[in-house]
């Protein structure tokens, strides 16, 4: 028989939308014991089915939704849903030398905790709910019968599988292990990523399209690439044309990749800089020796990891924009993103425009910005909108 998930009165409603996340207050009651990842049905409090999820019963999250209809969970789903997924991934949305891509962007390509990036030739996958790591299995057999590649490497080594009750998991699901750097291409750039132990699965896949356009609007221009981590910004900024970049960022073993592909991309020495050091203080010093730059890009890691650690993310937030717009000469250019799913957009445009005034600058949004289409949003799912960003000139 199968295993039951049944709501409280009235907390289908947004199931109904389609919103794939059940809380563990919404649930009435639990049958047939289903083991950690397993199919549950989901039923409303009347009886009524509304779908089929993953159970997690550590987590908050008890059950997120892999259907909602009366479909079975199976190879033939998980082969229809990455189909699915790379259907989209075509030209125009996504140009077929592009070789670094997201395959699979979890709930908003309907399957939770399921990411899959193509770097080359290799698949780098993480499992980062219950019910993913259920299906490992048969989705690593899935991806390595319908995309061509040379090995499956996989990333689970992230802090939320804990709350799942899951351990890491980092090795060789399929086929040859990966080399040290796998070199990828994006719009007229190379970069290398290192699968192992790069941040995430290796690479800011999500920044792809305003790299793009930093690339475009840095043509003889003086560059500072805050938080650079590899270079992303910072290589697309050279390659555009740009008459100095210094990259900057805290990690020494980011910057030496950086360095690397700047050189992947045959770029002389005298157009760039590398500076170890952490922001918040880097910046204080520029202003403090007035080093101006024409194009500044602020790419923080996630300042507000959860919502009761907002208001310390937005002052650290306003900080950098702050002291970078008063770095900027005239006509500057400033990028600033954030990629904290709970900073809201209007919330970081005052965040921005507070910032303005404290830097006694008058800025004007030229832009705004967010992540490359192959980390789409489905209508019904807003929480997957998480990468937010500005272009800004100074007058
Ligand atoms: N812009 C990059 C991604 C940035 S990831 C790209 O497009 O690929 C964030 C980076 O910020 C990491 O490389 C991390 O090492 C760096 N970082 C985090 N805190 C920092 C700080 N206080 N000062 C300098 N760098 C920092």
């Known amino acids: 028989m199968a295993k039951q998930v049944i709501l409280k009165q009235g907390r289908e409603r947004s199931v109904i939308r389609k919103h794939p996340w059940i809380f563990t207050g919404a649930i009435q009651k ?9 199919t549950v049905d989901l039923l409303t409090a009347g009886g009524q089915f509304l779908g089929r999820g993953a159970w997690s019963p550590q987590s908050q999250m008890s059950v997120r939704m892999w259907s909602f209809a009366d479909e079975l969970i199976d190879a033939e789903f998980f082969s229809k849903k ?21 395959l699979i962007h979890s709930e908003s390509d309907g399957l939770p905790g399921v990411t899959v990036d193509r770097y080359g030739d290799w698949l780098v996958c993480q499992f980062s709910t219950a019910g993913a790591a259920y299906w490992k299995k048969t989705i ?19 802090s939320v599988l804990k709350k799942e009750g899951l351990g890491e998991s980092v090795g060789m699901l399929w086929g040859e292990e990966p080399p040290e750097v796998v070199e990828i291409f994006e719009d007229g750039r190379k970069y290398g990523v290192n699968i192992r132990g790069g941040h995430k699965t290796g690479f800011y896949l999500d920044q792809r399209d305003n790299r793009s356009l930093v690339g475009t609007c840095s043509k003889d221009r003086e560059v500072l690439d805050c938080f650079s981590y590899t270079g992303g910004f910072g290589v697309a900024a050279l390659t555009g044309g740009a008459r100095k970049v210094t990259m900057l960022d805290s990690s020494g073993p980011a910057l030496a990749q950086a360095e690397l592909n700047i050189g992947l991309n045959g770029i002389p020495a005298e157009n760039y800089s590398l500076l170890e050091a952490d922001v918040f203080q880097a910046l204080r010093k520029f202003r403090v020796e007035n080093q101006r730059f024409d194009l500044i890009i602020l790419d923080p890691p996630k300042f507000v990891e959860s ?57 004007k949004i030229l832009r705004w910005l967010s992540q490359a289409p192959d980390h789409p949003l489905i209508t019904g799912f807003p929480e997957g909108k998480y990468l937010k960003g500005l272009m800004a000139i100074a007058t």
């Open 140 to 158: 690593a057999t899935t991806l390595q019968t319908i995309i061509p590649c040379k090995g499956i490497f996989e990333r689970s080594d992230l």
């Open 82 to 102: 990455i189909l699915e997924a790379l259907s989209l991934r075509k030209p125009p949305v996504i140009s077929s030398a592009t070789t670094g891509v997201r």
């Open 307 to 363: 919502r009761n650690q907002i208001d310390k993310g937005a002052r650290a937030y306003k900080d950098i924009n702050m002291i970078a717009m008063q770095l900027l000469n005239p006509g500057g250019l400033l990028f600033t993103f954030s990629c904290s799913g709970h900073m809201e957009d209007l919330l970081f445009q005052k965040i921005v425009a507070d910032a303005a005034l404290d830097a006694e600058r008058e800025m």
């Open 30 to 38: 639990v049958t047939g014991s289903p083991e950690r990842g397993e």
